[in-house]
């Protein structure tokens, strides 16, 4: 009886993990860093290979952000990133898409958005664009009540360019 209750105790804490599937658009290796603000934990960083998806599993009130960069690069420096504070305000988990640190990164985060409604999206296909942050005082965080998000990483061919929630139907 007590390994039942592990088990459901178990299954409902993996059903409420905040995660974000990583999904390469093109067929690039990279590798994603993970940087968290000061009393959330690290992460590892993640191999996300050309065509792949990798979920990133992310503890209850993480805050942070991630970045993409070519697999092998010496000195990662940073890209544009995908932010993110899950269980914050309300309960909600708030994120972007923010082109502040590294605007010329036109190849790393591309978009986020939530798994199963799709919007709202943060971020776009081509840079600059105006549904991300290009300056500190730009008005751009959405949020969600969902704990699955969606990154899209990577370049679209451009005869696959479309509207990035078809990418996943």
């Known amino acids: 009886m007590q390994f039942k209750t592990l088990t459901l105790a178990a299954l409902a804490a993996f059903a409420t993990a905040n995660t974000v599937d990583m999904v390469s658009q093109d067929n690039v290796n990279r590798e994603i860093h993970f940087t968290p ?19 990133a599993t992310f503890p209850e009130g993480w805050v942070g952000n991630w970045y993409a960069v070519t697999e092998g690069t010496a000195d990662p420096g940073k ?7 899950w269980n914050g ?49 730009d008005i751009a965080t959405m949020s969600t009540t969902e704990s699955e998000l969606v990154c899209l990483i990577g370049d679209l061919s451009p005869t696959q360019r479309r509207h990035a929630r078809d990418v996943l139907q």
């Open 37 to 55: 603000q000061i009393g959330s934990p690290e992460l590892d960083t993640i191999a996300l290979a050309g065509g792949e998806t990798k979920t």
């Open 89 to 137: 305000w309300q309960g909600l988990n708030f994120f972007d898409v923010s082109a502040i640190v590294d605007p010329e990164d036109h190849h790393g985060v591309k978009e986020l958005y939530p798994k199963n409604a799709k919007t709202p999206l943060s971020g776009c296909q081509e840079f600059p664009c105006d549904n991300c942050y290009n300056l500190p005082d």
């Open 79 to 85: 890209g544009m990133l995908g932010e993110i504070r």
